[in-house]
């Protein structure tokens, strides 16, 4: 990149059509709301799916949302594409 900036993801472009869209409680850990969304999502219980880190590092997602500015994290985890943002919604496409 020339602006010195790096880039740490390519732009997403999930489904228009969500399967499930979960906000998070106050609260409530980001794993847990990842993890709880794509479980209700899939019909999956929580204890079924591989553990969230062989998807992503949850510090990092965790330090990228809380950051606070307008940011939205993509991912795989199970089957499903899983969209993260600012606002504390988790989307499982």
Sequence with gaps: MTDGHQSVASTVSPPD??????????????????????GDATGTS????????????????EALVESGGDVAIAFEYGSRRVVV????SVTVY
């Design 85 to 88: 943002d600012g606002e504390r």
């Design 17 to 38: 059509d969500p399967t499930l869209e979960y906000e998070r409680e106050a609260e409530e850990p980001l794993v847990d709301a990842v993890v709880a969304a794509v």
């Design 46 to 61: 929580v204890t079924d799916l591989q553990p969230l880190y062989s998807a992503v590092d949850p510090d990092a997602l």
